[in-house]
């Protein structure tokens, strides 16, 4: 007894099953889509039988199919949206954390400012004392002068 098969949709001749004890073939990396499995047999010299048929689909792997691939897209765009918010929250934080910052520095410099102020005030004030002193000290000196003339005519 010998055996012919054939698988429509992705070969056209038939093939010669070589090891009837044999009970499989096997078929790798089809497409999908729609089959339909031949086979046939005789008796040795006889006529061929009419084939017997097999009917099946291959589906389309699941990363392949419609719903997966929106839904890899939606995916995408969550992760896209969420590294948006969270580079957005960080910014303002960042822009919270020196906007403190410069507040803190402002009131530093206020308060420097005022220090300085003040100091200078000081200093003008003593500058002020320092000539009136320096003024009544050449006029002590000049008294003194004046006083020892008057107390010692011309000699």
């Known amino acids: 007894m010998s055996f012919q098969y054939k698988l429509s949709g992705f070969e056209e001749n038939w093939n010669e099953a070589s090891d009837i004890s044999t009970s499989f073939i096997r078929y790798t990396n089809l497409?999908?889509?729609?089959?339909?499995?031949?086979?046939?047999g005789r008796v040795e010299f006889g006529?061929?039988?009419e084939p017997y048929s097999l009917n099946f689909e291959i589906q389309k792997p699941f990363y392949q199919t419609?719903?997966?691939?929106?839904?890899i897209i939606v995916l995408l765009i969550a992760v896209?949206?969420?590294?948006?918010r969270i580079r957005v929250l960080f910014l303002i934080k960042q822009r919270e954390t020196l906007r403190k910052l410069v507040t803190r520095r402002?009131?530093?410099?206020?308060?420097?400012?005022?220090?300085?102020?003040?100091?200078?005030r000081d200093l003008e004030?003593?500058?002020?004392?320092l000539v009136q002193t320096e003024k009544m000290?050449?006029?002590?000196?000049?008294?003194?002068?004046v006083a020892h003339e008057i107390?010692?005519?011309l000699n």
Do not use: C
């Open 31 to 40: 497409d999908p889509g729609q089959y339909q499995f031949l086979v046939k």
């Open 47 to 49: 006529a061929w039988s």
């Open 66 to 71: 419609a719903w997966f691939i929106i839904l």
């Open 80 to 84: 896209a949206y969420s590294i948006y």
């Open 106 to 120: 402002t009131e530093e410099i206020d308060m420097q400012n005022r220090s300085l102020k003040e100091a200078y």
């Open 125 to 129: 004030q003593a500058h002020i004392k």
């Open 137 to 145: 000290a050449a006029l002590g000196v000049l008294t003194a002068g």
């Open 151 to 153: 107390n010692n005519p």
